[in-house]
C-alpha cells in the first residue's frame, strides 16, 4: 500500500496458524526448550544429530491442528518471512519443558505462555504488551480460564541460585522468559513466588481493557533500527 517509493516502516501483529508458521523470531524457530519433554529430549540428543528447527515445526504444525492462533507475531510489513518477536501459547500438557522452570507445575486449570521472542532492539517499547494482549484476548474467546508464565527476574541476587536455576536466568533470551516486571503491567500477577523465576497467572476473563486497536497501532508505528 502506499506509493511505490515509500517502504512501510510499520509493523503489525499476525496471528500465527497453520498458514503463516513461516512468521516466527529465529530463536523461537529454532528453540525446543518448551516443546521437548526433557527425559526424552536428553535421551534423544545423545542419540541422533536431530534438528531442532524440524522438531520445533512438527510440534507448531500438530499444535495449530488443536487450537488457532497457537500465538502471535509482529512482523515488519516490509518483510517476506520472518518477524521482530513472537509468542506462543498451549495447553500446559503441550509444554513438557516447563519441568525445568523452579516454580512448576503449572495451575491444571491454566494455559501456559512459553515464550516470549523479541528481538533486541524492540525491547521495552510497549511491543511485550501487545503480544500479551493478543493472547489474552485469543485465549478469553478459546474459554481458557487463566493463563500461566514464568517470569524472570535478571537482575536479581545470584548467591542463593541454584546452578540450575543460575543457568536458566543466563539463558533467559534464549527460552524466551520476560521480565516479571513486563508481565505485572500487562496484568499478571505472581502466583509462586521466586527470587528468580516466579510463576505469574492471570485469571480469565481480563478484568482491564486490553489494549485498543488504534493504541496498537500507535506502538506499531515504527519499526527500530536494527
Known sequence: SGMAHSRDTSARVVPLRIGSLDR?????ASSVFWELDPLVAGLVSGLSEADPQIDKEAW?????FNHEPIGFSIIDAASETGALATI?????ADAPGAVRMPTAPVSKDAWIVTSLHIDEAARRRGWESVLLDSVIGAATSAGVSALEVFGVRADGPRDKLSPACAELVDAASQIGLTEVSILESAGFKVAADHPAIPRLRLTLPPDFDLLTAHEIADLLAEVPAQ
Not at 516466527?24 to 523461537?28: A, I, S
Not at 507448531?60 to 495449530?64: G, T
Open 60 to 64: 507448531l504444525v500438530a499444535s495449530a
Open 88 to 92: 506462543l501459547y498451549c495447553p500446559a
Open 24 to 28: 516466527l523470531h529465529p530463536k523461537t
